[in-house]
Each structure stands twice: as C-alpha cells, then as structure tokens.
C-alpha cells in the first residue's frame, strides 16, 4: 500500500542524490515517486533539475512543462524552461518561454538574464544588452549578467563598455575567473585598437566638395590611411547593423505581439488587473525599441560626426 510516507521517504532519497551528485539515480528515483504519484510537483521539478545537470535536455523539457501545467503560478518553472532551450541552443523556444515567465513575473531578473542569453544566441546583440541590463537593475549582485553583458560588448565592438562591466563584475567576485579572463582580453584589444586603428582617413572626392568659383585644398590620403579608415568605418557601419537588425527583431518579436495582447485586453477583457498588466507590458515594448530607435540613431549619428571630422581635418591640414 502506497502511502504519503513512502512518497516521502522515495523523495528524500532522490534529492539526497541529487545533492551527492549522483544525478542518474536520482532521476531513476524521481521516477519512482511519480509511479506513485504523477502529479507530485517537487518530484517533476527535482527530476527536471536532475536531468539538466546529466545534460538530458529533452527530458528535463519534458518535465518543466509538466510543472508548469500541474502548478501554472510556479514561474520560475518556466524560466527554468527558458534556460534548458537556452542550453539546448533552441534560443527561439527560450524567447517565447521567456517572455511567457515574464507575463507572469515582471521582475524576474533570472528570466531576463536567460532572455540575455537567447537573444545572444540569436545575434540579436541590442536585444540582449537591454535584456541583461533589466536582470542587473533587478539583481545588481548577479555577477553573471555583468560579465555576459560584457562579453557582447565585445561582440559589437565596444572595449570600453566591455572592461566597464568585466570590472564590476569583478567587484562583486574578485575570483571570478571567465571576467578574470574576459577583461584581460578585452583590455589587450583596445591596446591594440589605440595602436592601429585611427577615427580619421577617409579619402575625400575632390569633385564633390568643389563649388563652383570656389577653391578647394582637401590633401589625399596615403595608402596606411585609407587602410585605418576603412577599418574605422567597417567597425561603425558594424555596430549600426547589428542595431538596425535588433529594431527589426524587437518590432516583430515583441512591440507588436504586445499591441496585439493590449488591443485583445482592452475590446474584452472585463478584469481591470488583466487590462493593467498588457498595458505594461506594452509600454515596456515601447521604451525597448525607442531605446533600440535611438541607439540606431546614435550610431548613424558616429558615422556623419566621422565624415565632417574627416573632412575638417583635410581642410586643415592642406591649409597649413
């Protein structure tokens, strides 16, 4: 005869593997539990975590999702969905998951670190800094999401902000060594940037300033010069697109499902909580793409303020 005590006891001995490490038995004994009794929460969730760490993805998929069906108010169930998809390198499945924790609880930050870690996996490198500076402003002490947050700094190119937050990262865990090594190789890159790479150099098209009746004494360029140019351009025209694709994302992925949710609330919905949670979602998808709006604009901004740079330093130089 099957009993609350024998449950318990099978339950007990499960987790107690678990903690020994010993993660192939515990999922045989989680099973056992669920033999007894398939509705068991902590048996789905303890078998879930179990199998994540034996790098069972499927297995532990299957069983966050039974969790969030058996107990729908358990969030951090999906969030821990959200990760297994993340490892699995599935990262769309982990946006949706993601954002579907996020419905539920706006200020998770471990559900916006994961959703971090998706939009990277997806080269949506906009996406995942606002992604993982929401996690920060939650959990200032998640050393983690300084450290991933610099490593897609370094991604777009952007040294500076990449050994600012290797550092703070660093001051939360000194003995953090993937920052350790992160901002030393950060730091080595933008020696070498400091050394090569020049924000003026661009070869300027004497027929196209000339006007008419006017002089003009624009110097040319030497061939190291159109080479560090070329570079410096390369590397801002970089940085714009990666933006410009992020708007494109986050208008699709996540401004207008929420304009969609919020229009859908607001002709039905009768609950006024409903009703004020889509509205907040939705303003959260309008601050994150006008972010993402003006970044876009900043980096097309760098570009016009490197061409007017250019060329008053060639007027200059020719003047002297």
């Known amino acids: 005869m099957t009993t609350p005590a024998t449950v318990d006891g099978l339950l007990d001995k499960a987790k107690q593997s678990s903690r020994e490490r010993d993660f192939d038995t515990a999922i045989q004994r989680y099973q056992e539990v ?16 179990a199998a994540f760490m034996a790098k069972n993805y499927d297995l532990a998929i299957q069983h966050f999702q039974r969790v969030s069906m058996v107990d729908p108010r358990r969030s951090q169930a999906i969030v821990n969905l959200g990760a297994v998809y993340n490892r699995k390198g599935d990262f769309n499945s982990a946006v949706q998951a993601l954002r579907r924790a996020l419905a539920k609880d706006r200020k998770s930050a471990e559900a916006y670190y994961n959703l971090g870690i998706a939009h990277r996996g997806l080269n949506q490198l906009s996406m995942a800094v606002s992604a993982y500076k929401e996690a920060i402003r939650l959990n200032p002490e998640m050393a983690e999401a300084y450290q991933n947050l610099a490593n897609v700094f370094v991604e777009m190119g952007n040294t500076h902000q990449a050994i600012l ?8 865990r000194p003995d953090f060594e993937k920052a350790v090594r992160g901002l030393e190789r950060a730091r080595n890159t933008k020696k070498e940037l400091d050394k090569t790479v020049s924000p003026f150099g661009r070869l300027v098209d004497i027929n196209k300033v000339k006007k008419a009746g006017e002089s003009t004494n624009v110097r040319e360029l030497s061939e190291t010069e159109r080479y560090e140019d070329r570079l410096a351009v390369h590397a801002l025209a970089k940085d714009a697109l990666y933006v410009a694709r992020d708007v494109h994302e986050n208008l699709e992925s996540a401004l207008e499902p929420h304009l969609q949710e919020f229009t859908r609330a607001f002709n039905q919905s009768k609950d006024a909580r409903g009703f004020w949670d889509e509205f907040q979602a939705m303003s959260k998808s309008f601050q994150e793409f006008e972010e993402l709006v003006d970044s876009l604009g900043t980096q097309t901004g760098k570009l016009r303020k490197h061409n007017e740079e250019i060329l008053a330093l060639l007027k200059s130089e020719s003047q002297e």
């Open 34 to 49: 669920l033999a007894l009794d398939e509705h068991n929460v902590a048996a789905h969730e303890g078998l879930a975590a």
């Open 165 to 172: 937050h290797y550092q703070r990262a660093l001051d939360i």
